[in-house]
């Protein structure tokens, strides 16, 4: 079955560290881009980073930058976001998902994980 | 960053009638860099289009997208029970990717 499931939420104090792990099943992982999208309570939807097959590249949004590390390891299908330095306002559903690909430099999320919760409160 | 704005915020309609969902980016996504999501309660997004107009594999015809630049317009044409959810528009034109707030359709 294809999937990616995500694990490793949890509550954390402000200015604690946490780990997400994703685990991709039924896909070639390594050939693809992967991202890391959140979404507060009740809130819409923010892209937090991507990361390339070869983890030669990286993005981040500018919130998380210095304090959140994508990585990931081919090699047992699993995608990685170290979190540091957490706060209130990084409390969210923290999604896995997949960025598929069309030529002409389309990108997508077309694959989803079902999330995991982060909360960050003292 | 190119900031997404959808509108309306709330689309109150009734089964069988037609949604139209607006989504304007501060500046040009280029060549039609935008994608639309559905996201039902308690679930994941899915991806319904990208390429401002291409439907994703398994999405039904009855959802279209169009627009191109800054206005892009996601329609349903025939609303069906499992179409009441909030949909987003997402532009991949540049880092950071952004997505809109948000519209979501009701049943009215």
């Known amino acids: 079955e294809v999937q990616l499931e995500e694990s490793g939420g949890g509550l954390v104090q402000p200015g604690g560290s946490l780990r997400l792990s994703c685990a991709a099943s039924?896909?070639?992982?390594?050939?693809?881009?992967m991202s890391w999208v959140r979404q507060a309570p009740g809130k819409g939807l923010e892209w937090v980073a991507n990361?390339?097959?070869?983890?030669?590249?990286?993005y981040y949004v500018d919130s998380v930058k210095g304090r959140f590390t994508i990585s990931r390891d081919n090699a047992k299908n699993s995608l990685f976001l170290q979190m540091n330095s957490l706060r209130g306002e990084d409390t969210a559903v923290y999604y896995c998902?997949?960025?598929?690909?069309?030529?002409?430099?389309?990108?997508?999320?077309?694959?989803w994980g079902r999330g995991t919760q982060v909360t960050v409160s003292s | 960053e190119i900031v997404l704005t959808q509108s309306p915020g709330t689309l109150s309609l009734s089964p069988g009638e037609r949604a139209t969902l607006s989504c304007r980016a501060s500046?040009?996504?280029?060549?039609?860099?935008l994608a639309w999501y559905q996201q039902k309660r308690g679930q994941a997004p899915r991806l319904l289009i990208y390429?401002?107009?291409s439907r994703a594999t398994g999405i039904p015809d009855r959802f279209s997208g169009s627009g191109s630049a800054t206005d892009f317009t996601l329609t349903i044409s025939r609303l069906e029970p499992e179409d009441f959810a909030v949909y987003y528009c997402?532009?991949?034109?540049?880092?950071?990717?952004?997505f809109g707030q948000g519209t979501k359709v009701e049943i009215k």
């Open positions: 990361i390339k097959q070869d983890e030669s590249e990286k």
């Open positions: 997402q532009h991949y034109a540049n880092s950071p990717w952004t």
């Open positions: 998902a997949r960025i598929g690909s069309m030529p002409g430099k389309h990108w997508f999320l077309d694959l």
């Open positions: 039924g896909i070639t992982f390594s050939t693809y881009w």
């Open positions: 500046q040009s996504v280029g060549d039609n860099y």
């Open positions: 390429g401002a107009s």
